[in-house]
């Protein structure tokens, strides 16, 4: 069946650095990926997406890579901030249906 | 901003009795989700349901679930006899569109059954 799954379950960095977060995915069908944050005791937040038919988009401060080949899709966030602080999900659809299949994902935590 | 929302934010119940999660989606949606979200594990897809219909389920999604949406704005998911591992946070979510659409996640139940 398919499966996302994170490269590394816990992550910290120092404010004002950058981050890498990183999600492999198993189906080469899924066409539609979505990057969320998880704040402790809140849904999913949607940071940005990307199509299959792109391998970069940009957004505030936010970048997403995919790499088709490897399957492999990274969230990179810019001078990193306390507030992003939080778990982050990758997610991945195929255009057959409205199913997300999501990572177990990366918690992140920001140094002062 | 609109968002969706969901009640109760925390429900506690026995194994067997039956529980009735509520969502408001947002207002001009079409599309709307159940997820669930067992405590350190991912997110799972329960349901999306369209045109007073549900239009995909997974494996999880049996028998003993139901959705309904009994008004114009409520969104339900029902247990009908609760079992210990269905203890978790369910969010419930909805998008204006389907495929490819960003889905909007509501803040989640927390359901523990003893």
């Known amino acids: 069946g398919e499966s996302v799954g994170l490269h590394l379950p816990t992550l910290s960095v120092q404010e004002g650095d950058n981050s890498i977060i990183n999600c492999a995915y198993s189906?080469?069908?899924?066409?539609?990926f979505i990057w969320y944050k998880q704040e402790s005791g809140k849904g999913p937040q949607f940071i940005i997406d990307?199509?299959?038919?792109?391998d970069k988009r940009q957004g505030q401060r936010v970048t997403v890579l995919l790499n088709k080949t490897v399957k492999h899709l990274s969230l990179q966030i810019a001078a990193t901030q306390p507030g992003d602080s939080a778990v982050y999900f990758c997610a991945e659809n195929k255009d057959t249906g409205n199913q997300f299949y999501f990572g177990t994902g990366t918690s992140l935590t920001v140094i002062p | 901003e609109p968002e969706v929302t969901q009640t109760p934010s925390h429900q506690v119940t026995q194994m067997g009795q039956e529980v009735i999660l509520r969502c408001v989606p947002i207002?001009?949606?079409?599309?709307f989700y159940w997820y669930r979200q067992i405590l350190g594990q991912k997110v799972e897809f329960l349901v999306s349901f369209y045109n007073n219909e549900i239009s995909e389920k997974s494996e999880i999604f049996d028998d003993q679930f139901s959705v309904e949406r009994p008004d114009g704005s409520n969104f339900t998911l029902k247990i009908r006899s609760t079992k210990l591992e269905d203890s978790a946070m369910y969010f419930c979510?909805?998008?204006?569109?389907?495929?490819?659409?960003?889905?909007?996640f509501g803040p989640g139940t927390r359901l523990l059954v003893l």
């Open positions: 189906n080469s069908a899924s066409d539609y």
């Open positions: 207002s001009n949606h079409l599309y």
């Open positions: 990307i199509r299959s038919n792109m």
């Open positions: 979510a909805s998008s204006w569109t389907d495929w490819g659409e960003t889905q909007y």
